[in-house]
């Protein structure tokens, strides 16, 4: 059974309440997407995705041993990939 929330149709209530929960669940695979989880150096790549896109690069950086709220060259390289992958429609 497949899921979609629209978190711009929801009470906000309901929508801070998925953010804080989703706050005790970065660094671990139970991450939704919803809440922020990287540096300040990755604000206006990461911020305009996808909670897809998110949850996406927040595995890749796991499965690969980085810190998801590190800064290096090779988060740089995921979240370009991510950036291609999960473009915002304007």
Same mark, same amino acid.
């Given at each position: 059974?497949? +899921? ?8 906000? #209530? /309901?929508?801070? /309440?998925?953010? @804080? ?8 695979? *139970? +991450?939704? *997407? =919803? %809440? +922020?989880?990287?540096?300040?150096? +990755? @604000? ?7 909670? /897809? *896109?998110?949850?996406? =690069?927040?595995? @890749?950086?796991? %499965? ?6 590190? =800064?290096? #060259? ?5 979240? @370009? ?10």
């Amino acid at each position: 059974m497949t +899921y979609a929330i629209n978190l711009n149709a929801i009470p906000w #209530q /309901a929508t801070d /309440a998925l953010i @804080k929960h989703d706050l005790t669940q970065v660094g671990t695979m *139970g +991450y939704l *997407g =919803v %809440a +922020y989880f990287w540096d300040f150096e +990755y @604000k206006h790549d990461l911020r305009p995705m996808s909670v /897809a *896109g998110h949850r996406w =690069v927040h595995t @890749k950086l796991l %499965a690969e041993g980085l810190d998801v709220g590190g =800064v290096s #060259q090779r988060h740089e390289v995921i979240i @370009k990939q991510a950036t291609n992958r999960f473009k915002m429609a304007s």
